[in-house]
């Protein structure tokens, strides 16, 4: 994988807690991306980054936050879990737009 | 008009068959399309992708389609291997928005 690291790899938590998940990259790509895969979906865009501090939200973003304070890190936090959020979260990042997207192993992440 | 359709929601192939996936979007503003290969338990990974000043792209054993006028694109595989099995997306953008539509998944398995 493309100097990615994502962590936790995997979390249980109760609904109404807070969860922050983190995305590292050693790539120093501009973009950064969170998305969730939910089965029939396909990949959805929850949040994106275009550069450090800047942020924007993306397709299904309510319940979410994101902070980049580095070039190399994005933060997504869920600010109170519900069981819809359950679902596995990918980080990506890219050199580009419109170019190819390098993505992290994800992040399992189970709401109860 | 920012869906990307995609189709069959699973195939089966056998050893050596042709694979053929298809994806129709409405947005004519979308100018690149890439196709996304993902394993169990791994983030999606690029495959191959086109660009719309072609008809057809090819890498290896898998090429690109695209018809411009009809709006759609297909992921041909040849020779599909027991290995080619995983599931695969096709997606969508246009530079001038950071989002990556992204079709709902094909998930193939090739019999020996």
């Known amino acids: 994988d493309a100097g990615i690291t994502q962590s936790p790899r995997h979390k249980v938590t109760e609904t109404g807690t807070p969860v922050t998940l983190r995305c590292h990259q050693t790539e120093n790509h501009r973009y950064m991306y969170w998305y969730r895969q939910d089965p029939g979906h396909g990949l959805r865009l929850i949040h994106y980054s275009y550069g450090v501090k800047d942020t924007d939200k993306g397709e299904v973003s309510d319940g979410y936050s994101v902070s980049r304070s580095k070039t190399e890190d994005f933060l997504l936090t869920l600010e109170s879990a519900t069981s819809s959020q359950t679902s596995v979260y990918f980080c990506a990042i890219s050199a580009q737009v419109n170019t190819e997207a390098f993505f992290g192993q994800g992040t399992r992440l189970t709401v109860v | 008009q920012q869906q990307v359709k995609q189709s069959p929601q699973s195939l089966i192939v056998q050893k050596g068959g042709i694979s053929i996936i298809n994806c129709a979007y409405e947005n004519t503003a979308f100018d690149y399309f890439p196709w996304y290969q993902q394993f169990p338990g791994k983030g999606p990974a690029l495959l191959i992708a086109i660009r719309p000043d072609v008809s057809e792209k090819k890498e290896g054993r898998f090429t690109i389609s695209f018809n411009k006028s009809a709006k759609q694109f297909s992921l041909h595989i040849m020779d599909s291997q027991p290995g080619d099995s995983a599931t695969y997306f096709c997606?969508?953008?246009?530079?001038?928005?950071?989002?990556?539509?992204w079709g709902a998944g094909t998930k193939l398995i090739i019999k020996p």
């Open positions: 997606a969508a953008s246009m530079a001038s928005n950071y989002q990556l539509i």
